[in-house]
């Protein structure tokens, strides 16, 4: 299934194709304080429609993953890294940024990334 997503503003415009059926809610310091609910895909499935220098990129504490938000907005539709079982390139894309999913349909799982 592809699904469209986008920041508040829509300035940051994307699709991403896959099958949601449950989410991480993450307690680690940024996804705690952003209140994501967070899908992983590879990152092949996510196509960005924006520029890549309209993207505004935060990193922290391994600098790792990069993540992505609007700088008009504000909102944090996604992030990217590599997965660190694989090595594969992944993307972790908020739920909360793809009106067309029902987010009370979703299996929550709670992950402890403040323990990391």
């Known amino acids: 299934m592809q699904h469209e997503g986008s920041c508040h503003c829509g300035r940051i415009v994307f699709s991403v194709e896959g099958e949601i059926a449950s989410v ?10 952003r209140g994501s609910l967070l899908a992983f895909f590879p990152r092949a499935a996510l196509k960005l429609a924006t520029a890549e220098a309209d993207l505004a990129t935060y990193t922290f504490h391994t600098h790792t993953i990069r993540h992505h938000f609007c700088p008009t907005c504000g909102v944090a539709p996604f992030s990217d890294g590599v997965d660190p079982r694989t090595g594969a390139q992944i ?26």
């Open 24 to 33: 991480i809610d993450c307690n680690c310091s940024i996804c705690r304080r």
């Open 91 to 116: 993307a972790a894309v908020n739920v909360r940024c793809l009106p067309d999913v029902d987010l009370a349909a979703l299996k929550i799982v709670p992950f402890d990334g403040a323990a990391k």
